[in-house]
DNA sequence: TTGTACGCGTTATCAT
DNA sequence: ATGATAACGCGTACAA
């Protein structure tokens, strides 16, 4: 089965390539009859247009580059899925790549995407991103992006969000409700916005409800594994007697927290109850189940690319678009890890 | 920032864009001042080659296909993880799309891609993929292929898989080896050559210790869910007598397994051991901890995708090519949940 | 109703 | 050392 063109057809049939390509398209300016003919045989050639050619006149590769920061954690898959959803339904190609949260990546990426003359780019900014120069270099270039979960107010774009700050208040406010008035906060680094607004929603939540922030029971993780959250663990161990809940910002830091309180004696939630963030699928494993943020990464993923698309037909069409900001609800998913009632 | 091409750079230096062209692929017959003068140049445009009309001209669009059956499973992220990895390296882009383990979006992705004319595909087939024709049409269109995990010998492409047979072998020689001698199996069902494999070397390993193959014992799940495993672990409750390890194809009903039977009293691995495949990271978290058949995805990705662009610069240099099939090895990471040591 | 001619951006060949 | 030309495959304005 060889590739055949335009031209072949053209050829066998003794009639020119513009009319096979008119044919083709179902211009009116062609008889019914030939047009007949030249899908016939199409048909039977098995012949499809190639798209790279089509791409160079038509100045659109129909390709989306998906930038994740890494492919690890189940969220990223999530939004993934959501993703390659629209993209199908919209007729889109996914490039996937990742930055492995590292900023000189997330840059080359970038770079490599533009270069292949993507019609657009999903990004999740790095946790070490920390300039966005680049990222506002390829806005400059015309080329839509839409920022995904990780963003920054320094880039003009249109965003996919969850409101991290609200999310960190519902999550306090539950461990605040059933009974825990000593709540510790886990958290990583502060470079990330969603680490800041977390942080924020968790204070402010506390000072609603009367209730002294302390500095001594915030804890900063090197990193989001299960075994930081082990290593955490020991460190809270030394404060239990100030400490009768935890926020805790990523779900495997939370299961590693659990692991080991329960090697260490502590009861959950009885003496501490925990929550985590993310609704990743351990947490219906861990012994007692954890109570999370529930962060609906599918539908990040479906809007991102929606919006994303909108955008690259706007500007096909030499419409105007303006930038939006969407934030996807966030839900807490009560488990056994938080369910004491307390009075 | 607008898009330059050749012709502004030839315009604005008052040569011809064939020069151009030469000066910036650094040919010998240009001279070392035009060189510098067309390089200066570009470097100020931050010119950069348009890869669309690059592919047109090359005829290689430097873009792979990725088709998983699903997005679900971990093991399929560290598959992409290991193609990423590689294609990198290799100035490749990577196209990710999910057939759902369905046989008529495997064949339409597979179609899509074609279409795209990509250089080469990566595809794991589905399970619910029972005829070939698809994947044959497109090797005879000439579009290199490489199966991964789940392959076929009704296609002749290059492979990579794990040994299941073994795997399964290895597996049920550690449930002997602790003191199961009636060992249940867990499975889905017979379209994969996966399950059947590993069907076969249980019940070889099995003979080849004179333990007699029980047919009642042997359970086929509906899907590979932990609710699934659940429903499994009723089952075998109720052969409970009958029953002292339980080979199960997959971690998740593994896991399902555990959790019911935990609630039913029975005592892992004391009285029932167990054992999964594929290290999910679900493993080390379970009550006990999961010995599991660890089956390296991401050496399955690095493996697959190397072949793959092997034979692509093998076709691109029409060199002859010869298939291999790469056999990826497993491990056996033995954990909490089959750690009794009876005799 | 059909065909001619050109352009998309690149590179290879052949003249100059 | 440089340039004119053609070609990759497609779509479309314009001419016939």
Do not use: W
């Not at 898959?77 to 490039?95: C, P, R």
């Not at 839409?146 to 519902?170: E, F, G, H, P």
């Not at 954890?290 to 919006?307: F, P, S």
């Amino acid at each position: 089965m060889e590739k055949h063109s335009l031209k072949t057809i053209a050829q066998k049939l003794g009639i020119s390539v513009a009319t096979v390509s008119k044919a083709l398209n179902d211009y009116k300016d062609i008889s019914a009859a030939t047009k007949k003919k030249v899908k016939d045989l199409a048909e039977e050639l098995n012949f499809v247009p190639d798209s790279v050619a089509k791409s160079l006149r038509a100045k659109q590769s129909r390709l989306i580059g998906f930038i994740a920061p890494d492919l690890l954690h189940h969220f990223f898959f999530n939004i993934l899925s959501g993703v390659l959803k629209v993209a199908q339904e919209k007729d889109y190609y996914v490039i996937v790549a990742s930055s492995e949260d590292n900023m000189e990546n997330e840059i080359r990426q970038l770079h490599l995407l533009v270069n292949k003359r993507v019609d657009g780019i999903l990004l999740a900014l790095s946790d070490n991103t920390l300039d966005y120069g680049h990222v506002n270099n390829v806005l400059q270039n015309d080329t839509p992006l839409v920022l995904y979960d990780k963003v920054s107010k320094a880039v003009k774009c249109s965003k996919v969000v969850i409101n991290d700050r609200k999310a960190a208040q519902m999550a306090t406010q539950h461990l605040i409700d059933i009974g825990c008035h000593k709540i510790a906060e886990v958290r990583g680094h502060f470079n990330a916005l969603t680490a800041i607004d977390r942080f924020i929603g968790y204070r402010n939540t506390l000072r609603d409800n009367g209730i002294p922030y302390k500095r001594e029971i915030v804890f900063e993780a090197n990193g989001p594994t299960i075994n930081d959250g082990i290593a955490i663990a020991d460190r809270i161990f030394e404060h239990k007697d100030n400490i009768n809940g935890i926020l805790c910002h990523n779900d495997l830091l939370a299961i590693g927290i659990i692991i080991r309180l329960n090697e260490l004696g502590v009861k959950i939630p009885e003496e501490i109850a925990i929550l985590g963030f993310s609704d990743s699928p351990y947490t219906k494993i861990t012994q007692p189940s954890l109570t999370t943020i529930k962060q609906h990464g599918h539908e990040i993923g479906r809007k991102a690319c929606e919006i994303l698309i909108e955008e690259i037909e706007a500007k096909v069409e030499k419409r105007p678009f303006k930038l939006k900001t969407i934030e996807v609800p966030i839900e807490l998913i009560k488990r056994k890890s938080t369910s004491k009632s307390l009075t």
